[in-house]
């Protein structure tokens, strides 16, 4: 038996107000947004990994809300209310995101989002182009833009791409430095007096007549008076019966290149592949590009929680870099790595208490930098309405 120690227990794990399962960023912002709302409240992080493990730290660091042909193919199956209100909840949580952290800590750029159409999608792009106008009404009523998504076929040849017929540029969205804007969140989590416990896995949820007990990996359990999942991807090993299931996104990223020819964030084929650059601010002039997606070359193989890559996607991803992005040009990849998103029939996020003193906040849908922050924010409310 690996009991805690009476110091243990009274320094660190004595009776919390709530504890947040899941240190990503809708985690973080909960328990920020629930001491912003109580600073009185004791407040704890539980998270497995050394550093947030899932999605937060892996993601292309894209502050973007929706692809034309993306946004087309939620339209096929999904009424324009839903499609258009998560589109709005997508740019208020970016908003809140900037807000909370600031520009400068977030590395933001707004060099524009950009979506990319080979010969054989010009279908697809004529449909976007016929649809762009009731888009940018729509659309321009919730960021505030006249005009969000407009041609730019003239920047084909100034990118250097390859096989690509049409660009559409999306002049609101961005891109940040995941990193810089989990530092900065976990930063601000601690200094607001919030204790974070890394390595510690959550086994079970125990909900009692006023507290509910936590079962951890090492064999002990400590208590609070509500508990709120936000591991996303992973939260069914919590609790089975939620509505969602996980997929796997493979990444890299090449080695520093010498005057990269485009800057800004792009989708291609519904926004299952994306790619962007990362500039080096220590050697002016280099760059590097961060390429990912694929999952719908697999998408069965892909609804996994085991992080890796597959010789599929890798060689596909392979395929789009030095054939359509930098055809002219040797590349080398660095690194590849891998995260786990939070998937679901349905786009929209779940965030609803499961018991009375358990409630969750998951199924991001890869939409985890413009989500988390108003998911967040909307799971602590929750929270405190569950009090009442």
């Avoid at 080979?118 to 505030?144: L, Q």
Wanted: aromatic residues 10%; contains cysteine; negative net charge.
């Amino acid at each position: 038996m690996n009991n805690l120690s009476f110091w243990e227990q009274q320094s660190f794990f004595h009776r919390y107000d709530v504890v947040v399962v899941g240190s990503g960023i809708v985690g973080l912002s909960a328990a920020l947004s629930l001491k912003e709302n109580d600073p009185g409240l004791q407040i704890a992080v539980v998270e497995r990994g050394v550093l947030p493990f899932g999605a937060s730290t892996r993601n292309a660091g894209f502050a973007c809300f929706g692809s034309m042909s993306e946004l087309l193919d939620d339209l096929s199956a999904r009424p324009s209310e839903e499609v258009f209100a998560l589109v709005e909840r997508r740019w208020q949580g970016l908003q809140k995101l900037r807000q909370r952290l600031g520009d400068a800590q977030l590395h933001y750029q707004p060099f524009g989002g950009y979506e990319i159409f080979r010969a054989e999608e010009v279908a697809i792009f004529e449909k976007c182009m016929t649809r762009m106008p009731e888009f940018n009404r729509i659309i321009g009523e919730i960021t505030g833009e006249k005009e969000v998504y407009v041609p730019a076929d003239g920047k084909i040849k100034e990118f250097g791409f390859h096989g690509v017929s049409h660009i559409i540029l999306n002049l609101a969205e961005g891109q940040i430095h995941t990193g810089s804007m989990m530092k900065s969140l976990i930063d601000l989590v601690r200094q607001s007096g919030i204790a974070i416990f890394n390595g510690l896995t959550i086994e079970r949820l125990e909900e009692q007549t006023d507290r509910v007990a936590l079962h951890t990996g090492p064999g002990w359990h400590f208590s609070a008076g509500k508990v709120l999942v936000a591991t996303n991807g992973f939260a069914r090993q919590l609790l089975p019966d939620l509505q969602l299931f996980p997929g796997r996104n493979q990444v890299l990223i090449t080695k520093p290149l010498r005057d990269l020819p485009f800057r800004g964030s792009f989708h291609y084929d519904r926004g299952y592949f994306y790619f962007r650059n990362v500039d080096e601010p220590e050697r002016t002039g280099w760059s590097r590009i961060l390429l990912g997606g694929g999952r719908n070359l697999a998408m069965e193989e892909e609804k996994t929680a085991e992080f890796g890559t597959t010789e599929l996607i890798r060689s596909a991803l392979i395929s789009l870099l030095k054939t359509v992005i930098l055809p002219s040009h040797p590349v080398e990849i660095e690194t590849w790595w891998s995260g786990i998103m939070g998937l679901g029939d349905e786009k929209k996020p779940v965030v609803k208490m499961v018991s009375p003193r358990i409630g969750v906040a998951v199924r991001l849908g890869g939409m985890g930098v413009a989500l988390g922050s108003l998911v967040g924010e909307e799971a602590a409310e929750m929270l405190i309405a569950a009090n009442s």
